[in-house]
């Protein structure tokens, strides 16, 4: 029988470390909301807000990454956006761009007390480190293949600070992780907010900003229309929901004493990805239920029971965010399958076939990096990240990109397989598996791989992994749900 030591923590003691943090919270939010009060005075004062707010960021890493999740979303809507003096679009420099010296900052400061090195470098994740990093140089090198340098340059600045903040996140332990999740369902459920507002017809959005004359200031928080478009395009948004819908799942079962009120948060945030009428992102989520009550349902007979159940409760969640305008949503449906050069799917056959002429033109080396956006303007990309990472970065690309993906997924299985049925780390690896099938769907009608999500997953993925297997080192009993 194995001893171990067991440290006993008086009551008093964990109580009077509550109130201590919450003091200290208290005084900090007291300093924002003040400096957003004296903002109406002088506009100066928003800028000692933003300090106030990255200095604070800068000594409190929670914090910084509460800013972090909250921000992550911001892409196209909000943000700067670089363009010529004849105002033609190059790209957007997202928030989360903007923000990495600070976070940086926090999380060194953070991993002060052990050699980072050996937690980037784990043996788990050791080689998936080295297969995105080599996809990232990829990108740098397709630069000199692109007809316009400066937007080639610019994709590939976005995918080294990506790069970066997914090496940070793969070195997040089991209770970091717990604070992710719980920090994505608190935005989850502000974005659900800003959804229905969205969909009520109530605008929040304000004129772009010259800053210079190249960058300007976009503040296109929400307007009012059928589709939620919440700081970023509705695929976007739809992408983000859902990761926090699933993480306010996995919070539900992991977490016994508010499993309800988690859950009834899930709930919410999965009408909010129904609000953006993303036909892609609700397949993505149907299926990605199915996939994940099979597996949670198989050892104990609950299969056929459990999908019958997902699929009523994903009818509701449609019925429910179509606002019972059935009709409205059945014939988005059916316009789906409309191949028509108007129509969407239309227009996304006519750009896939456009990319294949040229991937045969390039020998296929593909258009560079950022090379598509040549194509037309009002469609920048692909819509499908296999394809744009193929048209953009060729063969040698679409390779990288193929092991990146297949490796990551060779790894949910084996982590699977190792670690005992419902334990903690083995349902956090479920569930955040349901979503990579959701992402994984959704993007061959959506997104490009420049997208910050297709960067912040897969970090949040490997450390749930890499903490998985060290723990199966431990022999980690199985803890049944209750």
Request: aromatic letters at 18%; one cysteine or more.
């Given at each position: ?16 470390e ?42 409190d ?142 605008p ?8 210079t ?60 990805i ?53 009709s409205?949503a ?15 799917l ?10 294949f002429i ?18 037309n ?48 780390e ?14 994984s ?5 959506q ?36």
């Amino acid at each position: 029988m194995n001893m171990v030591d067991t440290i006993t923590v008086e009551p008093s003691t964990i109580n009077k470390e509550v109130e201590l943090r919450s003091l200290k919270y208290f005084i900090l939010l007291f300093g924002v909301f003040s400096l957003l009060a004296f903002s109406t005075v002088s506009s100066w004062f928003i800028v000692f807000l933003i300090l106030y707010i990255c200095l604070w960021a800068c000594v409190d890493f929670v914090f910084a990454l509460f800013i972090l999740l909250g921000i992550a979303i911001a892409q196209g809507k909000v943000g700067l956006l670089f363009h010529t003096g004849a105002n033609v679009i190059i790209d957007d420099i997202y928030l989360v761009e903007i923000f990495f010296p600070v976070f940086s900052i926090s999380f060194l400061l953070k991993s002060r007390k052990f050699f980072l090195g050996n937690k980037v470098w784990h043996k788990n994740v050791k080689e998936s480190i080295i297969l995105i990093f080599s996809f990232v140089i990829w990108t740098v090198i397709c630069v000199s293949f692109s007809e316009w340098k400066i937007r080639g340059l610019t994709q590939s600045v976005h995918t080294l600070f990506f790069f970066l903040y997914l090496a940070m996140f793969s070195t997040f332990s089991t209770k970091e992780l717990h604070r992710v999740m719980a920090i994505l369902l608190f935005w989850g459920v502000i974005l659900f907010i800003m959804a229905l507002l969205c969909i009520l017809g109530i605008p929040f959005e304000f004129e772009s900003v010259e800053l210079t004359r190249t960058l300007r200031l976009k503040l296109e928080f929400f307007g009012g229309g059928k589709r939620a478009s919440l700081l970023s395009p509705p695929a976007v948004t739809a992408v983000t929901l859902g990761l926090c819908a699933w993480s306010a799942y996995a919070l539900g079962i992991l977490r016994k004493k508010k499993r309800l009120l988690f859950l009834f948060f899930g709930f919410l945030i999965s009408i909010g990805i129904f609000y953006t009428r993303t036909r892609s992102e609700m397949v993505g989520f149907l299926f990605a239920g199915f996939a994940l009550v099979a597996i949670l349902g198989w050892p104990k007979g609950y299969t056929i029971r459990g999908l019958s159940l997902w699929f009523l409760y994903v009818l509701v969640v449609w019925v429910l965010a179509s606002g019972l305008n059935l009709s409205g949503a059945l014939k988005r449906i059916e316009t789906s399958t409309d191949i028509g050069e108007q129509a969407s799917l239309g227009i996304r056959l006519g750009l896939w076939k456009q990319g294949f002429i040229d991937i045969g033109q390039s020998y296929g080396m593909g258009k560079g990096t950022g090379g598509f956006f040549d194509y037309n303007d009002q469609w920048p990309h692909a819509h499908n990240v296999y394809f744009s990472v193929l048209f953009d970065l060729g063969i040698i690309g679409f390779f990288l990109w193929v092991l990146v993906y297949l490796n990551l997924w060779r790894l949910v299985i084996l982590s699977l397989k190792k670690l005992s049925y419902f334990t903690r780390e083995w349902l956090m690896i479920i569930f955040f598996a349901a979503f990579f099938i959701e992402l994984s769907l959704t993007s061959l009608l959506q997104h490009e791989y420049t997208h910050f999500m297709w960067w912040l997953f897969p970090g949040i993925l490997l450390a749930s992994i890499n903490n998985g297997l060290k723990m199966n080192e431990l022999s980690v009993e199985p803890i049944e749900s209750t």
